[in-house]
């Protein structure tokens, strides 16, 4: 079964639900509240840019399909599972929402699943993620803002975001925003950047400079963690090169550039604790709620006497 948005969409703005029938085929669906809504490449659009989020439309543009699993069990799923602590039991026919979804990488892993995918991004990035995934008719992609989400409160059985939140303005208040979204007796689970070691006080040092290099040319300088890679991982040397210049450590050569690119390149990076996350899901009145053992992961679940007004 094709998933349909036309029924789950309402107005960012004025919250109503948008005249029927949206069915986006047309250039632009406008609200009664005046506010209009374009679709583009088959992309229904609810902001006017990707604002803050340029660095990741320019990433998953070069990279659109670097870390797509060809094969079950590939290291995004594996990752998913780690992050999620989610199983395909826990998905398999369930109306899913990825707030950040990149590329596409873990949609296909929740879709191949047997979820039912809704993909929002800030980025340019839902472009790629619909080719890579346009054979999928139980995911659909939309443009939006984790801020101004166009959903009605209690749309989702299962919510999920995998290293997106900490590159928003306010980490603490994006997450804020998913929890009435969820369904009563529904699953939320986020990971986001850990507190680190002395070499990300390098690293984040470095970003200063780095955020306002042109994508273009900081991705081309990113190609250094191709070579560096192999003094980083030698004794004792190793160690003061990864301090000098920190990059990643992945194993495949187009993964660290990536990564690494990943790193330097966001306007908007935070670092938490266990602690300040897992608080977080507790002031939103969460149950069940697990930290897993990917720092910083967490889940919970949504109290099935909750209301959308306790959480709005």
Request: aromatic share 10%; proline share 7%.
């Amino acid at each position: 079964m094709t998933l349909d948005l036309n029924s789950l969409l309402v107005c960012p703005g004025c919250r109503a639900s948008l005249p029927p029938p949206i069915l986006w085929g047309e250039e632009e669906r406008r609200c009664a509240c005046g506010r209009s809504y374009a679709l583009s490449r088959g992309i229904p659009r609810f902001v006017a840019s990707d604002a803050y989020a340029g660095s990741f439309s320019f990433e998953w543009q070069h990279h659109r399909r670097t870390q797509l699993d060809t094969t079950p069990n590939g290291e995004s799923e594996r990752t998913f599972r780690r992050k999620t602590a989610f199983t395909p039991e826990d998905l398999r026919g369930r109306l899913v929402l990825e707030v950040g979804c990149g590329m596409g990488r873990f949609a296909e892993v929740a879709s191949r699943w047997g979820a039912d995918v809704v993909a929002v991004d800030l980025s340019l990035a839902v472009e790629a993620a619909r080719e890579n995934l346009a054979e999928r008719p139980n995911v659909a992609f939309l443009q939006a803002d984790c801020f101004a989400l166009p959903f009605a409160p209690e749309t989702f059985d299962v919510i999920y975001s995998i290293g997106v939140l900490h590159h928003t303005p306010d980490c603490g208040a994006a997450f804020r925003t998913l929890v009435p979204l969820l369904k009563p007796g529904g699953t939320i689970a986020i990971w986001v950047y850990a507190t680190m070691g002395r070499w990300a006080v390098v690293a984040n040092a470095y970003r200063r400079l780095t955020t306002r290099t042109p994508h273009r040319l900081l991705h081309a300088l990113c190609y250094v963690a191709v070579p560096l890679y192999y003094l980083h991982r030698l004794p004792l040397l190793g160690a003061v090169t990864q301090m000098l210049f920190p990059t990643s450590m992945h194993p495949r050569a187009t993964w660290r550039v990536l990564d690494t690119f990943d790193w330097y390149s966001p306007r908007y990076q935070s670092l938490h604790t266990p602690d300040e996350v897992r608080e977080w899901f507790e002031l939103a009145g969460l149950t069940e709620i697990r930290v897993l053992e990917a720092p910083v992961a967490v889940r919970g679940v949504r109290s099935r006497g909750a209301s959308a007004e306790d959480n709005g």
